[in-house]
């Protein structure tokens, strides 16, 4: 009997204790303050950066303009996102100058992903010329739906070897301009100015020579398949730098050799990283053969292992 009382009191405190749940339950439901809960909206990005970089000019310049609130992302990596939806208050866009257009890497990657943003900027890197560059990516980026506010340039090391020495590119005045360049551009953009740099006849006459003599696609001039343009020599030792810096990862290590193979941007990070200058450009009429086999570059600016860590398909 004792056993039998202590049980009826027990159901009748867990009956008590249950119907104290379910009306504390309701009351809460019903109270406004607690009728919907608020997750926080992440914070917006202030300034998304994306850049593509053989030997890090451009990977430089994205971090001048980038500043300390800045988010930079390699194109090379973000060029396989399988939802490449983007949106910050300001996104630009930091790319070399390939035959006075963006490598085709780059259009890719706009053509594939979705921007928002408040304020649009792209910047590009050249040695010689950069002729058409903004005109072309003025135009480009609307087709594919982004207006761009500021489009410049700067002049820096040209890395094309077939037609210049890099020893005497680097020794060249207009390096000592670049600093003053990268302020001009960035208080531009800082200030939000609506800025698409000129394009000149003559701008116009130089790109269209270039083309009529070289024969280019002029969409995607500098695409093409690796071991048609580049090949390693005798001195190679089967470091894979080659591997590791290929934006394409068409570069693989066959019996202590670097061999290529696969789709080629012609950025030639391959050739100017490779530590031992184990890689030459096979001469492709009408261009000359590479005037300086000893002469390599990248930035002074960014490490080999900043270059990878952009690139690498591994």
Not at 17 to 25: E, F, N, Y
Not at 108 to 131: C, E, L, Q, W
Request: charged share 25%; net charge neutral; glycine share 6%.
């Amino acid at each position: 009997m004792k056993d039998m009382d202590i049980n009826k009191k027990m159901n009748r405190r867990d009956a008590l204790k249950r119907m104290g749940t379910l009306i504390a339950g309701a009351a809460i439901a019903t109270t406004p303050l607690a009728a919907k809960v608020v997750t926080p909206k992440p914070a917006r990005i202030k300034r998304l950066v994306f850049f593509f970089s053989a030997t890090g000019n451009s990977l430089y310049v994205a971090r001048q303009l980038g500043g300390d609130k800045a988010e930079l992302r390699s194109i090379s990596q973000e060029i396989h996102n399988e939802n490449p939806v983007y949106e910050a208050e300001e996104i630009g866009f930091v790319c070399p100058v390939y035959c006075f257009i963006p490598p085709a890497i780059v259009q890719d990657f706009i053509a594939r992903s979705t921007f928002k943003a408040d304020y649009f900027f792209t910047v590009g890197t050249y040695g010689a010329h950069s002729t058409i560059f903004p005109e072309f990516v003025d135009k480009f980026a609307k087709e594919h739906g982004v207006q761009m506010n500021n489009i410049s340039t700067i002049q820096m090391v040209d890395t094309y070897l077939p037609y210049f020495d890099a020893e005497k590119e680097k020794a060249d005045p207009k390096n000592q301009r670049v600093p003053e360049r990268i302020a001009a551009v960035l208080a531009s953009i800082n200030s939000r100015e609506n800025y698409i740099q000129a394009v000149t006849q003559e701008d116009r006459m130089i790109c269209e020579g270039y083309y009529r003599h070289s024969g280019r696609d002029r969409q995607r001039p500098t695409v093409t398949r690796s071991e048609k343009i580049v090949f390693s020599t005798d001195a190679c030792v089967g470091c894979g730098v080659c591997t590791s810096v290929c934006p394409h990862g068409s570069w693989k290590v066959v019996d202590e050799k670097g061999v290529p193979e696969g789709d080629c941007e012609n950025c030639l990070a391959c050739v100017h990283n490779c530590p031992q200058k184990a890689i030459s450009i096979i001469p492709t009429p009408p261009e000359p053969e590479e005037p300086n086999r000893n002469a390599r570059y990248r930035n002074p600016n960014v490490k080999l292992g900043d270059l990878i860590k952009a690139n690498s398909q591994n």
